[in-house]
């Protein structure tokens, strides 16, 4: 041991003499240049590599000629465009239906034949159901969802001939539970032939599940401290004790803060009705529907919808299309597929889908949205939503 640390500290004193002749070389007593700063001067850099017309083949810099130097973060930087000079396009679902909608529209020529390719598809005349009734036929879903979409797009021809610039400029699009499936054909998603037929096999499925076990739906509207979410727990209690064998009763569809509908068995929502003001409910409304929908009441529907849906080839929206299941957006052709059956027996979101489309700055723009079917029904509630985007949003009823 005491060998090998003699060893090291000979090593050590003879390194040290080493570094130090080398700084004495490099030392310029005499005011002359030193060899190793020389050296060092005289090395190869990238500025140095083509000396006059003499080009260095062999020299590799670590860029092309004429690249322009970025920093990162510019490569995730968006142009930001002018709000004021895009659109937001929506479209109404079930219960927008009423007798003589689209008369209005007749007189442009596409909505003409889009009427004739729908009842040639349907098998029954669309367009006189849609401007002679009867009410009582038009209401039944399996002819409702048919006749809201095909009008839903008769309007959009209304928009393209009075105001073009919206469809150009279209930067979003979303519907109202049956509205989105008329999005997604505005969009390019689903051709619309094939569009028609799926709607109406979700129509006539939801109406069998109708059909199957009775259910309704109501308008809730809501004080500050109102317990909606106890109130619907003890009616499904109620219906429970009273042998209801799918003692269903939830929130359908998310309105606004003020309102939402929910839907269930009847006997639920009679428990509802009769008690709403021990839960500080402010009013309660039955609607004019005889199903459950967008409840487990309506599961019997979701599989014919789906086998259908997976035959239909599906492509990338050319705008972005909003779900009603979780208010974002699609992001593929496979998203749209996957989550669309979910639809049927899933809540309609529709509050929550507004913030996401409508979030802006508090000195942001808006872009003109406009509600394209029959009814005002959305814009009507956009206003509870959001005051400023509903300021710049119109209708073009069918």
Request: glycine content about 6%; aromatic content about 10%.
């Amino acid at each position: 041991m005491l060998c090998f640390r003699k060893r090291l500290l000979s090593l050590y004193i003879n390194n040290a003499k080493e570094i130090t002749n080398i700084r004495n070389y490099c030392k310029n007593k005499e005011g002359k240049s030193s060899p190793l700063k020389d050296l060092l001067n005289d090395s190869a850099s990238f500025q140095d590599l083509n000396v006059g017309n003499i080009e260095q083949q062999w020299a590799t810099l670590p860029y092309l000629e004429g690249t322009a130097i970025r920093k990162q973060g510019e490569s995730f930087k968006k142009e930001k465009h002018d709000a004021r000079e895009t659109s937001i396009i929506l479209f109404p679902g079930q219960g927008s239906q009423y007798v003589g909608m689209t008369k209005d529209l007749m007189k442009f020529p596409i909505v003409q034949d889009l009427f004739e390719l729908a009842s040639y598809i349907l098998k029954y005349d669309l367009k006189k159901l849609c401007l002679e009734g009867p009410k009582e036929k038009l209401d039944q879903t399996k002819y409702a969802q048919p006749a809201i979409m095909v009008a839903s797009l008769a309007a959009i021809e209304r928009l393209k001939e009075e105001r073009p610039n919206a469809i150009d400029k279209c930067v979003a699009t979303a519907g109202f539970s049956l509205g989105e499936i008329t999005a997604l054909v505005f969009a390019g998603a689903l051709e619309f032939e094939k569009a028609l037929r799926l709607v109406q096999i979700r129509g006539e499925a939801m109406q069998m599940a109708c059909e199957t076990y009775e259910g309704g739906m109501a308008s809730v509207f809501l004080a500050p401290d109102s317990k909606l979410s106890y109130c619907l727990k003890k009616a499904r209690q109620w219906a429970v004790d009273r042998g209801d064998p799918l003692p269903e009763c939830k929130i359908a569809n998310y309105l606004n803060p003020g309102c939402k509908v929910i839907a269930g068995s009847i006997s639920a929502l009679d428990y509802v009705e009769k008690n709403y003001k021990e839960f500080n409910l402010k009013k309660v409304k039955r609607l004019p529907v005889s199903g459950a929908f967008h409840t487990q009441l309506m599961r019997p529907a979701v599989q014919p919808f789906k086998e259908a849906l997976d035959s239909l080839k599906i492509s990338q929206p050319i705008v972005t299309v909003y779900s009603n299941v979780d208010g974002k957006r699609y992001n593929s052709a496979e998203h749209i597929k996957k989550q669309l059956p979910h639809q049927i027996v899933k809540p309609v979101k529709w509050e929550q889908l507004l913030h996401v489309v409508y979030e802006r700055r508090a000195d942001d723009y808006f872009p003109q949205s406009f509600e394209c079917g029959p009814g005002q029904s959305l814009k009507a509630m956009l206003q509870k939503v959001n005051a400023k985007a509903w300021s710049h949003c119109f209708c073009i009823e069918a």
